[in-house]
């Protein structure tokens, strides 16, 4: 079965520029989350939607947003990008909530 | 704030020398913990969920262990293939409406031939 896809896998933009990014969970799975993966910060929940609805959100200012679509499938909108967003974004979906299966991740550069 | 800390952060072990990974966690209540496995310039691996004190788990050549402070993931007899920096999460009790995984910052294992 398909695990979870995220598309681009390479992005680079500049400085206040923005940016989207997608995710595809697994089929059947209504949970998809967010995080941010630095060298210094380790893995970072950003939010998580289930059923279309934002379920939980971590500590990230509000140029991190999201959304969900009825199939599942969600994306990620990161505005006004600063150096320090640099980073992999990973997405996980979960149908039970015992495992979140990740997907590659999106590398974002930004210069 | 739920806290997670991972020792030691990087391990070298020869092939065949059995270890053990630490994963020392405080939070409010226990929901589960979580293991995996991340590869360079992959996504995490999901490997094992604990949900309780004195549960184990295992998987091939990995065995996962839980206390009331921490977990230990179990190398016996480790192989090549499982160089990988290995990344234990919690998600706590009240995260009943949600998940939030908050991870630490791992353990990077090199297992030379």
């Known amino acids: 079965k398909a695990g979870v896809t995220q598309t681009p896998r390479y992005l680079i933009k500049t400085r206040g520029q923005q940016v989207t990014l997608s995710c595809s969970p697994i089929?059947?799975?209504?949970?998809v989350s967010w995080y941010q993966q630095t060298p210094g910060q380790g893995l970072q929940f950003l939010f998580e939607y289930f059923s279309e609805t934002q379920r939980n959100k971590g500590n990230f200012p509000g140029r991190f947003s999201g959304r969900q679509f009825s199939n599942s499938r969600s994306e990620m909108n990161v505005s006004t990008l600063e150096l320090g967003d640099s980073a992999l974004y990973l997405c996980?979906?979960?149908?039970?909530?015992?495992?979140?299966?990740f997907g590659s991740g999106t590398r974002l550069t930004v210069v | 704030e739920d806290q997670v800390t991972q020792s030691p952060e990087a391990l070298r072990l020869q092939e065949g020398e059995s270890s053990s990974l630490n994963c020392s966690y405080t939070v409010s209540g226990l929901r589960g913990l979580f293991w995996y496995r991340q590869d360079p310039g992959k996504g995490p691996e999901f490997l094992f969920t604990l949900y309780s004190a004195g549960e184990e788990k295992e998987k091939e050549r990995l065995k996962a262990t839980l206390t009331k402070k921490e977990s230990f993931l179990h190398i016996t007899a480790p192989k090549p293939e499982d160089s990988a920096t290995y990344l234990c999460?919690?998600?706590?009790?009240?995260?009943?409406?949600?998940?939030?995984?908050?991870f630490g910052e791992g353990t990077q294992l090199t297992v030379n031939p």
């Open positions: 089929s059947g799975h209504r949970s």
């Open positions: 996980a979906s979960s149908f039970t909530g015992h495992s979140y299966t």
């Open positions: 999460a919690v998600q706590a009790l009240e995260e009943t409406s949600g998940s939030r995984l908050t």
